[in-house]
């Protein structure tokens, strides 16, 4: 099948999460991605190995090879005006270029957009930050867990007396990324339309308010974001997670409560509840939130989840899940029926299970096609295959510690 980037080629000059993860995302919808890395090690997501003090020794580095699948990688010094000569003779034939170094670096070496934008006017140019291109912190450095701080999110989960919430798992590099990706395909959909290259820019910050989109305007139009909600306290019963028997949780979204009220609680064989003043519709449950979720806190904790999932399927047309943590995803049917996470046989560890495309195309679908690369793996065939340096010019420019 053909893929939807066939044909693009992507300039890749990133380092740890945000930036790498929005140029894998072009990779895995098929375009092809050249990451140019220094001499001294590479990109130091290389290094990121282990965690929490894991062996890693008989595994794939997960970190580099969830950010850099499906990608080429060649090294280069770039404070060698040599290296910035291969850059621009990469920029005159690609199609988008990628960086999420701080404010100015880029300028600096001599590989900014003005720069680029000289050997080819119809490249994309993409800067992943941590604050927005513009603004007296735009060239501030920024991580992860900054863009979760500055987001607000922090303050976003959580009980109410909580102190601030971190989020596990790079949430705002993720976002950040996802981001830059959306922005870079709108701007080749928009060169195929009017012809022209340009700048793409998409931070933590941006990202994150835009993922809190709902809240935020809330905020700018009521006056006032959503608050913190506690568990015991949902003012609605049926939009809450409970505990079963086997310390297993349940999820209810049931919107609309009204209308589910009476067949649930004959479900929970507590049709005393339907007709219980206290809790007659939504306004009355809403005041006696706490007595109503302490009822059901104890219902489901009388029961194992598994059955608690038979009877409700059974008793009406609810809807409810189970809570996973992360853990528990990989095993979860629905992520492997939709190829969520897939199996890969990675060339030096065997069957190796990746995150899958979460987003599917019936007739051009993206893929997992190649690991993560070595440091420079694909120096001398980029620059003699694509760029027609003879091999004796690759070995002065190696000679030169150019490349």
């Known amino acids: 099948?053909?893929?939807?980037?066939?044909?693009?080629?992507?300039?890749?000059?990133?380092?740890?999460?945000?930036?790498?993860?929005?140029?894998?995302?072009?990779?895995?919808?098929?375009?092809?991605?050249i990451k140019i890395e220094s001499r001294d090690?590479?990109?130091?997501?290389?290094?990121?190995?282990?965690?929490?003090?894991?062996?890693?020794?008989e595994r794939p580095n997960f970190y580099f090879e969830a950010n850099n699948r499906n990608k080429q990688s060649i090294t280069l010094d770039l404070k060698q005006p040599e290296a910035c000569e291969i850059v621009y003779r990469l920029a005159a034939?690609?199609?988008v270029f990628v960086q999420n170094f701080r404010k100015g670096v880029a300028g600096r070496l001599?590989?900014?957009?003005?720069?680029?934008?000289?050997?080819?006017?119809?490249?994309?140019?993409?800067?992943?930050?941590?604050?927005?291109?513009?603004?007296?912190?735009?060239?501030?450095?920024?991580?992860?867990?900054?863009?979760?701080?500055?987001?607000?999110?922090?303050?976003?989960?959580?009980?109410p007396d909580?102190?601030?919430?971190?989020v596990g798992g790079g949430v705002a590099d993720q976002m950040g990324a996802v981001m830059l990706a959306y922005?870079?395909?709108?701007?080749?959909?928009?060169?195929?339309?009017?012809?022209?290259?340009?700048?793409?820019?998409?931070?933590?910050?941006?990202?994150?308010?835009?993922?809190?989109?709902?809240?935020?305007?809330?905020?700018?139009?009521?006056?006032?974001?959503?608050?913190?909600?506690?568990?015991?306290k949902s003012f609605n019963p049926l939009w809450n997670h409970y505990r079963c028997q086997d310390d297993l949780w349940l999820a209810l979204a049931m919107l609309q409560a009204d209308r589910y009220w009476p067949d649930f609680c004959r479900a929970l064989e507590r049709p005393d509840l339907v007709d219980d003043p206290r809790f007659a519709d939504m306004a009355a449950r809403s005041q006696n939130s706490e007595e109503a979720v302490a009822i059901?806190?104890?219902?489901?904790?009388?029961?194992?989840?598994?059955?608690?999932?038979?009877?409700?399927?059974?008793?009406?047309?609810?809807?409810?899940?189970?809570?996973?943590?992360?853990?528990?995803?990989?095993?979860?049917?629905?992520?492997?029926?939709?190829?969520?996470?897939?199996?890969?046989?990675h060339p030096a560890f065997g069957t190796t299970q990746y995150v899958g495309i979460p987003v599917g195309l019936s007739e051009t679908p993206g893929s997992v096609r190649e690991p993560a690369p070595e440091l420079g793996q694909h120096t001398e065939i980029v620059l003699n295959g694509l760029l027609g340096y003879d091999w004796e010019e690759i070995a002065g420019l190696r000679e030169r510690g150019v490349i």
């Open 296 to 345: 059901l806190d104890a219902a489901f904790a009388s029961r194992p989840r598994a059955e608690w999932l038979e009877t409700l399927r059974k008793g009406g047309d609810f809807i409810f899940t189970i809570v996973n943590s992360v853990q528990d995803l990989p095993d979860d049917p629905q992520i492997q029926a939709n190829g969520y996470v897939v199996d890969f046989e």
């Open 1 to 33: 099948m053909p893929m939807p980037l066939e044909g693009i080629r992507v300039i890749d000059w990133t380092i740890w999460q945000q930036g790498p993860v929005a140029s894998t995302m072009l990779a895995d919808m098929g375009a092809e991605v």
């Open 162 to 166: 909580t102190d601030p919430q971190a």
């Open 183 to 232: 922005g870079v395909m709108t701007a080749l959909l928009a060169r195929e339309r009017f012809g022209m290259g340009q700048v793409v820019d998409a931070s933590h910050l941006g990202s994150m308010s835009f993922l809190q989109g709902l809240s935020l305007s809330s905020r700018c139009m009521n006056g006032f974001a959503f608050p913190r909600m506690a568990r015991q």
């Open 93 to 95: 034939v690609s199609d």
């Open 110 to 159: 001599g590989i900014g957009y003005e720069e680029l934008r000289a050997h080819n006017e119809r490249l994309i140019y993409a800067n992943a930050t941590g604050y927005g291109p513009e603004g007296p912190e735009s060239g501030e450095p920024s991580f992860d867990h900054l863009g979760l701080a500055r987001s607000g999110i922090m303050f976003a989960v959580g009980e």
């Open 41 to 57: 090690g590479g990109d130091p997501g290389r290094g990121l190995a282990a965690i929490g003090g894991a062996s890693l020794e």
